[in-house]
């Protein structure tokens, strides 16, 4: 097999969502996965939440899975929901959306973009030197690349084969998943009991009135609290049928099952995002329990991050050193997943003191302050990089505001569908002359009307002028000057040219 600059391991939405984002910036990259096609069996992951909806929009895709998905309000924790209807955002919402489409659908757009896809091969091990990474797959094949890429889940061969530490939890409660035809229809929902929590639905749905209104026909969805802590190995049918049992005193006569799974809130996260040339993102870098539904977010979310500063680094604009930024920030945001993943876990229990304790929380939260909090934390909308003291903005993602430019009415987020940095000047046109990263980042000229707002924190002053990283967040404002700008310009896209 030739060499690449990129080798990503793992086609699921992280690794595609990475390898759009180097493709975009004109990186030779490739993905290796070991599925022999895009079909996944299993449920995984069930939408988007607002954050990664509006990743998908800065590229311009976001349509393609809005018109395959159902609008609604999915930010909940710990069994409280949390409306995000009143926050600035044009997408005030979630998505119920499987993940076999949300692979599907960035299958398509990674396949537009030209990148090529090893399929059925797997990787048994990796060894790095000081120029590239040695790829050993299971077909007798091998890769070299400059960089490699772990997106390759829980159990990540790369992130075990780069030494990299997985400290965290071992799993106190474990659940069955699975899609079954049954004899005797349940009740379909999601239900709570003595003995904890479980769920009936179907793959088809529509969401009416803010209510989930399932199909009546295929087969049943199943989702039970096991008595104990389930093994590591492959649930059985009679698996299922015992935990039924336990949960809800009949196994409803499970038949002809189409897949089973199990997952636990095993709660671990890498001690390192990178080992020189090795890297890690998505599960492969954090695993924990599904609650709040924001495992895949944080992934797609970790590789807009890491993409256009490995492509940076790969194309020589940019230090190495810029690639422990990516530490540095993503590490912390998956850190407070991580907390409030396990406080959900803790809070779901069904003894009467953690329902007091749940339902004292669902009191504050059904308050404006706790809402918005909360409900920014879980939507990905209020993450905050480190970059320092200044405006608010600083460090945070760029609204999507209606701009006025000489060519016409824009948005921000047009700005962004190429993954370039854009300079956005909002004074007088031609203040600040970046003459030196023009090949990099684009200058535009623009006015603004609306009033500047961000989620959680509310109104902020207007500034002079912003530098949009690619992945959308604020790495500086400007204030009436060109103070620190330079500073900025280096620091992010390379020194002038």
């Given amino acids: 097999m030739s060499g690449h600059a990129v080798a990503i391991v793992g086609a699921g939405p992280t690794g595609l969502m990475l390898a759009g984002e180097l493709a975009l910036a004109g990186v030779d990259v490739a993905v290796v996965e070991r599925r022999i096609n895009q079909d996944l069996a299993g449920s995984r992951a069930g939408g988007l939440h607002a954050r990664t909806i509006e990743v998908l929009d800065q590229r311009g895709i976001a349509e393609r899975f809005l018109s395959e998905g159902q609008i609604a309000q999915v930010a909940g924790f710990a069994g409280t929901s949390l409306d995000i209807s009143d926050f600035p955002t044009r997408h005030p919402y979630g998505l119920g959306l499987w993940q076999k489409h949300i692979e599907r659908l960035l299958a398509d757009w990674v396949e537009e973009l030209g990148v090529v896809i090893h399929r059925g091969r797997e990787v048994i091990g990796a060894a790095q030197d000081d120029l590239g990474v040695d790829i050993v797959l299971s077909s007798g094949e091998s890769l070299r690349a400059e960089y490699m890429v772990g997106c390759d889940g829980g159990r990540s061969v790369v992130r075990k084969a780069a030494g990299i530490e997985f400290p965290g939890w071992d799993p106190t409660t474990s659940a069955l998943i699975a899609e079954v035809e049954v004899a005797q229809q349940p009740e379909l929902g999601i239900h709570r009991n003595a003995f904890g929590i479980h769920s009936f639905g179907r793959a088809e749905y529509e969401i009416l009135d803010g209510k989930v209104v399932y199909a009546n026909h295929g087969p049943v969805r199943i989702m039970v609290t096991e008595e104990h802590v389930g093994p590591a190995t492959e649930p059985t049918l009679d698996d299922l049928r015992k ?149 608010p903005l600083l460090g945070r993602r760029m609204p999507d505001l209606d701009l006025l430019a000489a060519t016409g009415p824009l948005r921000v987020f047009n700005l962004l569908h190429g993954a370039r940095p854009a300079l956005l000047n909002l004074g007088e046109p031609g203040d600040f002359d970046i003459t030196p990263w023009a090949s990099r980042v684009q200058r535009i000229d623009a006015a603004c009307a609306g009033k500047w707002e961000l989620p959680v924190l509310g109104a902020v002053a207007a500034p002079s002028a912003v530098l949009i990283r690619p992945d959308g967040y604020v790495a500086w404002v400007g204030e009436g000057t060109d103070l620190g700008l330079v500073d900025a310009l280096a620091r992010w896209f390379g020194a002038p040219a």
Wanted: charged share 25%; proline share 4%.
């Fill in 243 to 391: 935990a039924l049992v336990a949960a809800c005193g009949t196994d409803y006569g499970v038949h002809r099952p189409n897949w089973i799974s199990r997952f636990t809130d095993a709660t671990r996260q890498a001690a390192t995002y990178r080992n020189q040339r090795i890297l890690l993102a998505g599960d492969a870098a954090h695993v924990h329990a599904p609650d709040g539904g924001q495992g895949l977010q944080m992934g797609v979310q970790d590789a807009v991050n890491l993409g256009w500063k490995l492509a940076q680094v790969i194309k020589r604009i940019s230090p190495e050193s810029l690639l422990d930024t990516y530490h540095a920030e993503r590490h912390p945001v998956a850190a407070r997943v991580l907390r409030n993943t396990m406080a959900s876990v803790a809070l779901r229990r069904p003894d009467e003191r953690t329902t007091a304790l749940r339902e004292s929380m669902a009191e504050l939260l059904a308050m404006d302050e706790p809402r918005k909090r909360y409900a920014g934390m879980l939507s990905g909308l209020d993450i905050h990089y480190d970059l320092g003291d200044g405006h």
